[in-house]
């Protein structure tokens, strides 16, 4: 409701679509609930970020219970790469393998590095959290759910195992 404000995300579920369109729809939500909080930009999009992955896999978790069924537990998850706009001022924050690129003078840089098990400090922050990685299909992927990706929103079954919502920022004047 800003005028000086801008918001563009994308959201790519995997294990199920129930984790995009969670954050398609609530995102703004959490953003405003983080709003008189934050120290920054940046800082906005982390808090938003982690409450919402902490809202959707308590909101999964309730919809189990109520559910009772022998249907075995899913646990969907999404990588997001969101860019926000105040003034001049751009912040980007992302978990996983979403990218964003700036276009600029006919040349584009990229924003964003993968948060894959393919990258050596990300292995290592899953192993030291007690995660295990291993080569399948070719590329690094993080335990017994296969997941390439060592950060995003969901995926309750390996937050445990080192798997975290929290994002790395970009931001620039």
Request: aromatic share 6%; glycine share 8%; net charge negative.
């Amino acid at each position: 409701g800003l005028s000086h404000v801008s918001l563009a995300a994308v959201y790519d579920g995997h294990r199920s679509a129930a984790c995009s369109e969670y954050l398609a729809s609530s995102f703004e939500r959490h953003l405003e609930s983080q709003w008189s909080t934050s120290t920054s930009a940046g800082d906005l999009l982390k808090k938003a970020l982690i409450d919402a992955d902490v809202a959707f896999r308590q909101r999964q978790e309730e919809e189990r219970i109520n559910q009772n069924t022998k249907i075995p537990a899913s646990y969907p998850g999404s990588t997001a790469v969101i860019a926000l706009l105040l003034g001049r001022h751009l912040a980007i924050a992302w978990v996983g393998d979403s990218r964003a690129v700036l276009c600029s003078k006919n040349r584009a840089v990229a924003l964003t590095l993968d948060q894959t098990a393919d990258r050596e400090d990300e292995r290592l922050r899953i192993q030291h959290a007690g995660g295990e990685v291993s080569v399948r299909m070719g590329d690094w992927r993080v335990g017994e759910a296969g997941l390439a990706v060592t950060r995003s929103i969901g995926d309750a079954d390996v937050k445990n195992r080192g798997v975290i919502a929290d994002p790395e920022i970009y931001e620039k004047d």
